[in-house]
């Protein structure tokens, strides 16, 4: 199982980016996946999960109405689209599936949200 993140940087308060994970070397789309973030000194978190065909969402409600959780199952990847990014976005975010008791991350991309 492989999952590569990409699509962070820096930006500005208020701006957009749109991370993707490419996945690898499991079934795809018989997974459900999800987006998690840390930041320095606290425990990771849940962002948003997105059911196998990708009809289910659900988000942390701090960035409910603000970000946006998609799969293509054909492109083996899953995006996290992020609009009216805050400071406190700031974090390194990672993908994230599990297949019983195992569970599987990508190595992270760090969201920085700053002027």
């Known amino acids: 199982v492989q999952l590569v993140e990409s699509g962070g940087g820096l930006v500005q308060p208020g701006g957009s980016l749109r991370l993707s994970c490419a996945a690898s070397g499991f079934s795809f789309s018989r997974y459900e996946m999800s987006w998690y973030r840390q930041t320095p000194g606290k425990e990771r978190e849940l962002v948003a999960a997105?059911?196998?065909?990708?009809?289910?969402?659900n988000y942390a409600d701090s960035v409910k109405g603000r970000f946006t959780i998609s799969r293509d199952n054909a492109k083996n990847t899953v995006y996290l689209q992020m609009n009216s990014l805050k400071p406190e976005d700031t974090a390194v975010y990672y993908c994230?599936?599990?297949?019983?008791?195992?569970?599987?991350w990508g190595q992270g991309t760090q969201v920085t949200v700053s002027s």
């Open positions: 997105i059911t196998r065909a990708g009809w289910s969402t």
């Open positions: 994230h599936t599990q297949n019983g008791p195992y569970y599987y």
